[in-house]
């Protein structure tokens, strides 16, 4: 099992930065190397999408829409997700989940909300 709380949504400018922090625990964290870690977003009327993780072996993917403004970053332990988002869009407002695979198993955290104003 593994328990994740996200926290650092808050409301923003565009243009602003936030950065977000997803604190992981549980006994299976301690396979850490097998895991994959990851933000996810989802608007108002949309589906959940990937914004960014980091793989096995600490490669990591970005969305389209976010490469160049958002870094993904973790511990040596891949204990503590964060996600440093910069030069922020209105459009990137929603609420925000960290997700941990591993194992076959997929935990999600319980969301923070972002909002960024025009």
């Known amino acids: 099992q593994v328990q994740l709380v996200e926290s650092g949504g808050d409301l923003v400018q565009a243009g602003g930065s936030l950065r977000l922090s997803c604190a992981a625990s549980g006994s299976t964290v301690a396979g850490y190397s097998l895991a994959t870690v990851a933000w996810y977003r989802q608007a108002p009327g949309n589906q959940r999408e990937l914004v960014a993780r980091?793989?096995?072996?600490?490669?990591?993917d970005y969305a389209d829409s976010v490469k160049g403004r958002f870094a993904i970053s973790t511990d040596n332990r891949k204990a503590t997700i964060y996600l440093q988002m910069n030069s922020l869009k209105p459009e990137d407002t929603a609420v925000y989940y960290c997700n941990y695979q591993i194992l076959g198993s997929d935990y999600w955290g319980q969301g923070t909300q972002v909002t960024v104003s025009s």
């Open positions: 980091i793989g096995r072996n600490f490669k990591r």
